[in-house]
């Protein structure tokens, strides 16, 4: 059974950090690059970031460069997103997902599997 578990969201101030983690089973992880997607409330979903472990690119949305950073190999088939610098607009429920490449990353119609969501909440 394939699965994307998100965790580590939270409440935090703006300014403040936070470690999302997406672990991932029932594929092979070698083989699926991971993005990370984010809605908040009466917004489209937003492609934030992705990587492919195997090559190590790793692709952001303007809004978060230099801010948070995609990464893997903590943890065995762990892809992690480190948010710094958290802005109150950075508030949303946030999400991975696997698909054989990072090319055409943004577009989250082409993604083979999701994870279930982590709300991530910065408050002013």
């Known amino acids: 059974e394939v699965q994307l578990v998100e965790s580590g969201g939270g409440l935090v101030q703006a300014g403040g950090s936070l470690r999302l983690s997406c672990a991932a089973s029932g594929f092979t992880f070698d083989d699926y690059a991971i993005g990370w997607f984010r809605q908040a409330p009466g917004k489209e979903r937003e492609g934030v970031s992705c990587?492919?472990?195997?090559?190590?690119?790793?692709y952001y949305v303007d809004s978060v460069k230099g801010r948070f950073t995609i990464s893997s190999g903590n943890a065995k088939n762990t892809v992690y997103l480190q948010m710094n610098s958290l802005k109150p607009e950075d508030t949303a429920v946030y999400y991975c997902?696997?698909?054989?490449?990072?090319?055409?990353?943004?577009?989250?119609?082409?993604?083979?599997?999701w994870g279930q969501g982590t709300q991530v909440t910065v408050s002013s």
């Open positions: 997902a696997a698909k054989p490449s990072c090319w055409n990353w943004m577009a989250g119609d082409n993604y083979d599997y």
């Open positions: 990587i492919k472990s195997s090559d190590h690119r790793t």
